[in-house]
């Protein structure tokens, strides 16, 4: 059984063997959250004490099992919204403790990690890695074993944020990804040369708060069609993130690239990294649009390949909001 509250989303799932989701259950705060223009923590965490049981039993159900037939319960303790990871902890928790299970605390992180291998077979390693979430935008190379080394993460906001604010700005609603990408398709990316900050350093890291801010000048000055505005937003965005995916391929000699993280949805960033990388040589992988966003099966998919590797965690265990990537 995995369990993950790390935002804005309930969501618990029962998987087998790491790799077959037996049941994938999210309950969405989009609604509740959408009048204030972005996740409100509390309100996060008070819709999660509300679903999570039955978020859990319905996971089961649909699944087809029971306690008595689960082998270890698993759980985001770290990284995300210290209300949030809590009420997720304490549920897991009281479970282990009432069913005398395993616990396992899971970096939510690691479970977008994860997520391609639970529908590609035979993953090569080691590949890179480009996580992009409203959280967190970060390149890690993957080796066997479920063993990392970050190469570069973003030094301000991640890039899943910045389509938030740049939606706000547009008077587009909340949240912002899926409606830029659908109205960056009908604009033209090169109307507006915003700026890609760090593309060009030496390093792997990230920042998008340049282009954030670029965009709200742009807006408050302009104040006319968005859709021209969200096409060059968009093309600035991806653009950072793909050439900085491929030189990591380059400089490693990795196999191939992995896209995870709830941005991973994001249709020009899909086809955009997978053209580039055809152009060297590498393949790309991505999850399908369920196990992007947040969701319970992936972290009950690296849990497994954690619980073979001895992995056990008591009842002592906590959330970790700021704790380390890994």
Not at 86 to 93: R, S, T, Y
Not at 145 to 164: F, H, I, M, P, R
Not at 233 to 245: G, I, M, R
């Amino acid at each position: 059984l995995g369990i993950d509250t790390s935002c804005d989303e309930t969501a618990a799932a029962v998987v087998a063997d790491g790799r077959e989701v037996l049941s994938n259950i999210v309950a969405s705060q989009v609604e509740t959250h959408q009048e204030y223009g972005g996740v409100v923590p509390e309100l996060a965490s008070r819709k999660h004490i509300e679903a999570i049981n039955y978020i859990v039993s319905r996971s089961l159900a649909e699944a087809g099992v029971t306690f008595k037939d689960l082998e270890a319960i698993a759980v985001t303790n770290r990284p995300g919204l210290i209300g949030a990871l809590l009420v997720g902890v304490a549920a897991a928790k009281s479970l282990a403790y009432c069913h005398n299970l395993p616990l396992l605390g899971i970096n939510h992180i690691e479970g977008h990690i994860y997520a391609p291998c639970m529908v590609h077979d035979a993953l090569p390693f080691p590949h890179i890695c480009l996580t992009v979430s409203g959280g967190h935008t970060l390149l890690v190379e993957v080796h066997e074993g479920w063993q990392y080394k970050v190469l570069g993460s973003t030094q301000d906001d991640a890039a899943g944020e910045v389509y938030d604010k740049v939606a706000k700005y547009l008077g587009l609603g909340f949240p912002g990804g899926k409606v830029i990408d659908d109205l960056a398709q009908k604009g033209n990316p090169s109307a507006v040369k915003f700026p890609r900050p760090m593309r060009n350093t030496d390093d792997y890291q990230f920042s998008f708060s340049g282009i954030k801010t670029s965009v709200r000048y742009f807006v408050e000055k302009a104040r006319r069609a968005g859709l021209h505005i969200a096409a060059s937003f968009q093309a600035a965005v991806v653009d950072v993130l793909v050439y900085k995916s491929l030189r990591a391929v380059k400089a490693t000699g990795a196999a191939a690239i992995t896209l995870t993280g709830g941005v991973a949805a994001n249709s020009h960033l899909r086809a955009s990294l997978k053209l580039a990388a055809a152009e060297i040589g590498a393949e790309v992988y991505y999850p399908p649009m369920n196990l992007c966003t947040d969701n319970g099966a992936m972290i009950a998919g690296i849990a497994y390949q954690k619980y073979q590797q001895g992995l056990r965690d008591g009842l002592s265990l906590n959330a970790t909001p700021k704790g380390s990537i890994f």
